[in-house]
């Protein structure tokens, strides 16, 4: 049972550069999140998917986009990237009972833009 | 006033002694309370919730909740260096769809 999965671990862009993030969890979760952790900001939320099909804004969604594939994958997208996007990335997702209480996170993904 | 405060640390605290991590909140609305432990350059990890006045007991770990001084704490019995990790206080507000806020977490050392 592997829980969460993201990838990549680690990924050096280029400004302008595009990208995206993977995330898949294998817990039958309905809800997944995609927060950012930065130094001395906490972690804040990008997007959510409270279930396939449906994505809304979180706390800092500008420069990001999402697809919720299916039930298993959230994917998060940086069409242009900015420096200001820096920073460790985290996907979550929780039953659908404890919608906004991520309970498993995956390892992250280290993203620096230059 | 930031929504959701901790302080930084780092906490010390020595091996077998109780580790007493604070957090207060600025929502008086609050109404779920978090606690997630995050061990250097891994990702944070649910070790505790707590809902309603008081405290809730799991293993070493205790979480307390004072809604009308709007403070959380954790406490953990006979602290261990496996211990020593940030700890991230976290808050949901009234409402289903209600925004967590995150604090930016207390560093915890337990030294031998």
């Known amino acids: 049972n592997a829980g969460v999965t993201q990838t990549p671990k680690f990924q050096v862009l280029k400004t302008g550069q595009s990208m995206t993030l993977q995330c898949a969890q294998d817990?039958?979760?309905?809800?997944m999140y995609w927060y950012r952790q930065d130094p001395g900001m906490g972690l804040r939320l990008i997007y959510y998917s409270a279930s396939e099909g449906t994505t809304d804004k979180g706390e800092v969604p500008n420069g990001y986009n999402v697809s919720r594939l299916n039930k298993r994958e959230f994917s998060l997208r940086l069409e242009s990237a900015a420096p200001s996007q820096t920073s460790v990335y985290f996907c979550a997702s929780s039953e659908a009972q404890v919608f906004n209480q991520p309970q498993h996170f995956g390892d992250g993904t280290r993203l620096s833009i230059l | 006033q930031k929504e959701v405060e901790q302080n930084s640390g780092p906490l010390s605290v020595p091996e077998g002694a109780i580790a007493s991590l604070n957090c207060t909140y600025s929502d008086r609305g609050s109404q779920s309370f978090f606690w997630y432990r995050q061990y250097s350059g891994k990702s944070p990890e649910l070790i505790m919730s707590i809902y309603s006045n008081g405290d809730k007991e799991d293993g070493r770990f205790t979480a307390q909740l004072n809604k009308a001084s709007q403070y959380v704490s954790l406490l953990i019995r006979d602290s261990q260096p496996s211990d020593s990790a940030t700890y991230l206080c976290?808050?949901?507000?009234?409402?289903?769809?209600?925004?967590?806020?995150f604090g930016t977490g207390t560093r915890l050392q337990v030294t031998l």
């Open positions: 976290a808050v949901n507000g009234p409402g289903t769809a209600s925004k967590l806020t």
């Open positions: 817990m039958n979760h309905n809800s």
